[in-house]
Each structure stands twice: as C-alpha cells, then as structure tokens.
C-alpha cells in the first residue's frame, strides 16, 4: 500500500536556523515526490518536486530536498529559516502520470525569534 | 482565471442537507482532483477527472457523494444528506494533461452542524 509518513507533528526551530523536515514513503513503483507548503487559510502551494535524474532538488523560497532511494526518504531542508516559513508542510507521493497524490499528516513549522 | 478558484469559500449547512462545492480550475488544464482534508491530516484523495469523464472515484467514501464535470472545465462535488463527519476542508487542483503537478485552490471549508 501506498504511504507517507511525517514522522514530526510539531517542529520549532529560531529564526536563521537550519531545518529539516523528515518524510518516508512507501511505494510499489517508482516514486513521484513533492513537497506542499500550506499556510492558514490559503490553499497548497508546491515548493518543489522528485520525479528522476539528479537526486537534490532545489525549489521556492530557498528549500531544497534530497531523494534518498535506499532509506525511502524524501526530507525537506533550508539552510536559514524566516519567520514567513511559519505553516504546515505536506509531503506527498504519486506516479507521475498517475491519478492521485499520496499526501503525509503534515509537520507543523514554528519560527521564533 | 489565474489559479484554480473554489466557492463558495465557507459553507455550513445542517445535518441530512444537500451541498454542492465548485470549482474552476486554471484555463486549459485537462486533469482535475478533489481532496478532502479533515483537521489534523493531511489531503485525501477523492475523484479525479480527465476530461469530462471521473477516471478515478476510487477515493469517493460512499454513494452520498459525486462529482461531475459536465464540459470539461468546471467541477461540481456534491454531496447528499450531509452527515457531522463530512465537516472539513475540500480541496480542488488540476493539472495539464494529468501530470501530478498539480495547483491547489484554497478550498470549501464545509461545516455540518
């Protein structure tokens, strides 16, 4: 069966720190990922996407991933965290030209200062 | 449009009532999903379309609720005798051509008193 797994509910991190946020997957074909970005009361927006070649992919506002086929992870990271990083993070698997979107719990982001 | 606009925005609506959520996605994008996100998790799939037919409705929870998209462009979810567990937040994206990369609108948040 397909899954996504979040294994952070909650992360607190200062701002201009470094962040990851983790994200295992299982997934009986090859795996499309993405990672979702949702702040209060918007809809997703997608910070970026896995679909083959180079395994470091780099998206919006600064976030890059790393696919890791071997530990079946996809884990979101930024160098320095900004206060307007502050949401919920989706992670989410799929086939590329499939019908559907795997979606994780989400990992809350809270930035102090 | 722009992006992919949902309405109405907010809807509340008593327990055994009859909803209908549209939504107009982005100009040209063939591929259109309905989610569902209840407080807490993260998106579930629903129906998507290709076209104007539902190529998947695996996702649909029962037979209380539809979708259809009669010209290809706009989509109707409809949901019959509403019941308190259908309270949550629908999500409409599309995509051209039925790549998963695929743009969220905000959402209906639906709320069955």
């Known amino acids: 069966a397909q899954s996504v797994t979040q294994p952070d509910i909650h992360i607190t991190v200062s701002e201009g720190a470094s962040l990851e946020l983790r994200c295992n997957y299982s997934?009986?074909?090859?795996?499309?990922l993405f990672w979702y970005v949702q702040s209060p009361g918007q809809g997703l927006q997608l910070l970026l996407k896995?679909?083959?070649?180079?395994?470091l992919v780099q998206g919006i506002k600064g976030f890059e991933a790393e696919f890791k086929r071997s530990q079946s992870s996809f884990n979101l990271r930024k160098p320095s965290v900004h206060w307007s990083d502050a949401a919920e993070y989706f992670c989410?698997?799929?086939?590329?030209?499939?019908?559907?979107?795997?979606f994780g719990a989400g990992t809350i982001l809270r930035v102090k200062s | 449009g722009a992006g992919v606009s949902q309405t109405p925005s907010n809807k509340v609506t008593e327990k055994g009532k009859y909803v209908e959520l549209r939504c107009d996605p982005i100009?040209?994008?063939?591929?259109l999903y309905w989610y569902r996100q209840s407080l807490g998790q993260g998106p579930e799939f629903l129906i998507y379309?290709?076209?104007?037919?539902?190529?998947?409705d695996s996702g649909l929870p029962n037979d209380r609720f539809f979708a259809v998209r009669p010209e290809g462009s706009v989509s109707t979810l409809k949901i019959q005798r509403t019941e308190r567990g259908d309270s949550a937040v629908y999500l409409c994206?599309?995509?051209?051509?039925?790549?998963?990369?695929?743009?969220f609108g905000q959402g209906t948040r639906l709320t069955v008193v």
């Open positions: 994206a599309s995509s051209l051509g039925g790549d998963l990369e695929a743009f």
């Open positions: 997934y009986g074909a090859t795996p499309y």
């Open positions: 896995y679909f083959s070649g180079d395994t």
């Open positions: 989410a698997v799929g086939a590329r030209y499939g019908n559907k979107l795997v």
């Open positions: 100009s040209g994008h063939t591929a």
């Open positions: 379309f290709q076209g104007t037919g539902a190529a998947d």
